[in-house]
């Protein structure tokens, strides 16, 4: 009798058993958000590298790593839950979100202030014979001409 009790209460058991589905839903939302910021931190990189001016790369660089630190910092506190250390993310997140754009604006005044120019009117890419150094075709570079 006992057997078939202990029998019974274990199909009652197996019955009621649901999987934590919390802990995967958590975890599917912080890699989302540490997936999503590294795609802005990544653009904000390429946009350095592709951008013709300083201002224009400044702003690349300070509006995607702001935006991509933050949503890293928010999957960080969204994997670690609600303990201490998501606490202390919050506070690195609110300096982050004060600082970063200030010093951008900061570092982009004071390159105005010393002179430097943005780059204004529609931008050519340059071509890869230009990248390479060779000017053949460009009506300045004449090859007997010595001024």
């Known amino acids: 009798m006992m057997q078939v009790l202990i029998m019974a209460s274990e199909t009652v058991q197996a019955a009621n058993y649901v999987?934590?589905?919390?802990?995967?839903?958590?975890?599917?939302?912080?890699?989302?958000s540490?997936?999503?910021?590294?795609?802005?931190?990544?653009a904000g990189t390429l946009g350095v590298l592709r951008l013709p001016d300083f201002f224009t790369r400044l702003h690349a660089?300070?509006?995607?790593?702001?935006?991509?630190?933050?949503?890293?910092?928010?999957g960080l506190i969204i994997q670690e839950g609600f303990t201490q250390l998501s606490l202390k993310f919050v506070f690195v997140s609110i300096i982050l979100l004060?600082?970063?754009?200030?010093?951008?604006?900061?570092?982009?005044?004071?390159?105005?202030?010393?002179?430097?120019?943005?780059?204004?009117g529609d931008y050519k890419a340059p071509t890869t014979a230009e990248i390479a150094g060779d000017y053949a075709g460009d009506d300045d570079h004449h090859e007997g001409d010595h001024h």
Do not use: C, W
């Not at 540490?34 to 990544?42: E, P, Q, S």
């Not at 004060?98 to 204004?120: D, I």
């Open 19 to 32: 999987p934590e589905i919390f802990p995967i839903i958590r975890n599917g939302l912080a890699v989302a």
């Open 61 to 74: 660089a300070g509006m995607t790593d702001t935006l991509g630190a933050e949503l890293i910092l928010l």
């Open 34 to 42: 540490m997936v999503i910021g590294l795609f802005f931190v990544l």
């Open 98 to 120: 004060l600082t970063s754009p200030t010093a951008t604006h900061a570092v982009a005044n004071a390159a105005y202030q010393a002179g430097l120019k943005p780059l204004l």
